[in-house]
């Protein structure tokens, strides 16, 4: 072997052993990193149940007046937008032949009236001129004129439309002049008719709503149906409404489902002193179905399960699943009714990703008195 094949036999050993070396220190083996999660322990605090739905705001007392008798209208001394207090003449129908009739009925009860005490008195004086059954026959048809005209008179006053309650004119359908009916016999068109034709129907004079306190209906479906209760607190946001939302309780409830929609009407109160909420406006209503105050209650990010539910806890800074009972979900938080004492460290995000009997890596939300025992 010459000295040239030599030298060219070690620096083709040399780089070999180069190559070697480069390759192992290419791929050295690493550890797998342990998962890091972000823990805490359970706490004492308010857990609700609620639901929203729209609701509809209406008058206190909302009343449509109409006429009760026949005739022209005469006055009508109201209009939208104006305030009336109970008992104030808002509008007069005339009825000329009604008065006609209140007058003569007030004269024939005149006429009995003084057949009836002549005769009485006579009576009275020497029984032998006048017979019993003749005073008491005079008796009879006075109480009967009377009758008579005491109904005339009652419905002569039925010609002065007037205010049940205070309130507001919300609506006027009708002026001076125009024929108005007994029951309200208007047309589809507006115009009032004789009633006798087929288009006929029953048309208001005046509208009429009570403002200073507010009626809010609700629907609650069938599902929560069994929650809702007198007293329970609602929570009221009005469209558009500045300031802040409105506070109240159910008043009252319909206590049945209407077949349509298999929703209860539900009602609360509202005080309206500054009359800034008005008939017709849309709110949302929260009702708070079920609040239990003092639950032991975890983030709702931490149950996993669908029909058995569990939690991940740490354990010396090993996962462990644990089974749950739950009460209320109300949103962030879950009630916890059994499975948890309300030490443990329980891992804030359930994920699948993290499996029972893992060593984790882990932060306190929270800070526990001892962390170190809990490690």
Known sequence: MNRVTATLMLLGLAIIGGIGCHSTEA?????????????????????????????????????ALYGKVTGYLKSISVDKGDW?????????????????????????????????????????????????QDVDIASAKYQEAKAN?????????????????????????????????????????GSMTDGAGPNSKAGPVLSIARLDKLRIYVYVPQSEVNFVRTGLPVTVTIQGL???????????????LELSTRTMLTEIDVANPNHTLYPGMYANVTLVLQRHPDALRVPATALGGDQH?????????????????????????????SGLSGKELVVQNFSNALQPGERVTFDILHPAPSIAAAR
């Not at 009652?154 to 919300?170: K, Q, V």
């Not at 500045?242 to 049945?256: A, E, M, Q, Y």
């Open 242 to 256: 500045k300031g802040d939302r409105l506070v109240g309780t159910v008043v009252r409830f319909s206590h049945s």
């Open 27 to 63: 791929d050295p083996v690493t550890a797998p990193t342990a998962p890091h999660v972000f823990v805490s322990r359970p706490e004492r605090g308010v857990v609700e149940s609620t639901i929203t739905l729209p609701g509809d705001l209406v008058g206190y007392y909302q009343s």
């Open 309 to 337: 539910h569990t939690v991940l806890v740490l354990d010396h800074g090993i996962l462990k699943e644990v089974p749950v009972e739950i009460g209320i979900s109300g949103g962030r938080h879950v009630e916890i009714l």
């Open 149 to 189: 005209a005491d109904e005339l008179a009652a419905l002569y006053n039925y010609t002065r439309i007037t205010a049940p309650f205070d309130g507001m004119i919300t609506e006027r359908f009708v002026d001076p002049g125009a024929l108005i009916r007994a029951g309200g016999q208007q047309s589809a068109g």
């Open 84 to 132: 009336v207090k109970a008992g104030q003449v808002l509008a007069v129908i005339e009825v000329p032949e009604l008065q006609q009739r209140l007058d003569q009925s007030q004269a024939s009860l005149e006429i009995a009236r003084l057949t009836y005490q002549r005769l009485q008195s006579v009576w009275k004086s020497d029984p032998r001129l006048v017979a019993r």
